[in-house]
């Protein structure tokens, strides 16, 4: 990324600091190439008012309202992206139709590490595997994530979801040669 210019949800955002004052202003553009045409004109115009001594107003980082979305609005959203990238939809769409039951009215940015973690222990208490409780925990982080870059949740909802660790005991594969195999 070039200096003064750096990315912020899909657009770029670009920053210069004048007499000890920082100034922010969005790009309004995806391009790094446009980005850095827009910034220097903008700095161009900003030294410009500040040598005239108009009045500058200073930027403030943009705080984003986020709309209290629940849990089953993302789902919907997440299946449809996930539709035709996945080899194993069908798998995926059971553990994402697992979640949605499980955590249906639950606002997403409310969403806790201990949620999570209470969803690995109850499925292990219930006797399914290790590897289906770190199925449904990949499959939450992946989500959250894609909610993230979609500007459903905020950066501190996804890191809760993200702080939970995936369970050690998986399963593993035996696998073995056979003479047919080897070419013996």
Known sequence: MSKGIYRRGINLRMTKTINHVQYRESCGTESIMEA???RERWVAELRDAIANGKAVRKQKPEQV??????FEELPKLYLDYSAGRFKSFNKHRYFVYTLTKRFKNKPLNDFKTADIENLQSAYIKDDYSVAYANRLTAVTKAMFTKALHWELVDESAREKVRRCKLLKGENKRLRWL???VVGT
Do not use: G, M, S, V
Request: negative net charge.
């Open 36 to 38: 850095r045409a827009i």
């Open 65 to 70: 309202q986020l709309k209290e979305t629940a």
């Open 178 to 180: 056979t003479d047919e």
